[in-house]
């Protein structure tokens, strides 16, 4: 069984991407993991009332809370995190943000990720793409190809993907698992 001494709960999250945390001793994390989009299972002191929220990417347990349950709960935050994906981040300084993963993107990629990242999960026009990525004008369908291939294999490994729809633009998407 899980119990809670106020300034010792050490709960190691079998998966690293969902936050475990005390309510309401670190309620002031909830809105940076709102955010962020990132999942948390709040364990409950004795006596508090739960946080209420509409967040598929949050649960709670009240304490004392057997370590099975708080394992399913971890494992279905997991789950719902992967179905909702957070939307991605991007800086002015070209840092690339998703699930807490980070890359850094060149001038070009930054260019051509804003309008990708501001719509993610839609498509995005070509000509769209193009204005955005090349402020002088000086794009083409056959350039875009070439960026969009590179922001792609740059985004890959932290969980992204850049899907062409033939005749009209791009899409950025989370790779399904």
Not at 113 to 127: R, S
Request: proline share 7%; charged share 20%.
């Amino acid at each position: 069984m899980l119990s809670h001494a106020a300034d010792q709960l050490v709960y190691e999250s079998m998966d690293p991407d969902v936050a475990v945390l005390v309510w309401p001793d670190q309620a002031a994390q909830q809105e940076r993991f709102d955010r962020a989009g990132l999942p948390r299972l709040w364990l409950v002191e004795p006596g508090a009332v739960p946080p209420v929220s509409s967040s598929c990417l949050e649960d709670w347990l009240r304490l004392p809370a057997e370590d099975t349950d708080v394992r399913a709960r971890i494992a279905s935050l997991t789950l719902r995190a992967l179905r909702h994906p957070a939307r991605p981040t991007l800086d002015g300084h070209g840092q690339f943000k998703f699930h807490g993963h980070v890359v850094f993107l060149s001038p070009v990629e930054q260019n051509l990720a804003t309008p990708l990242v501001a719509h993610f999960g839609e498509a995005v026009g070509d000509e769209e793409l193009i204005r955005s990525t090349w402020l002088d004008g000086a794009g083409t369908e056959q350039t875009l190809r070439v960026h969009v291939s590179r922001l792609r294999r740059r985004l890959a490994p932290i969980g992204l993907t850049v899907t062409s729809i033939r005749g009209f633009g791009y899409v950025l998407h989370a790779i399904a698992p």
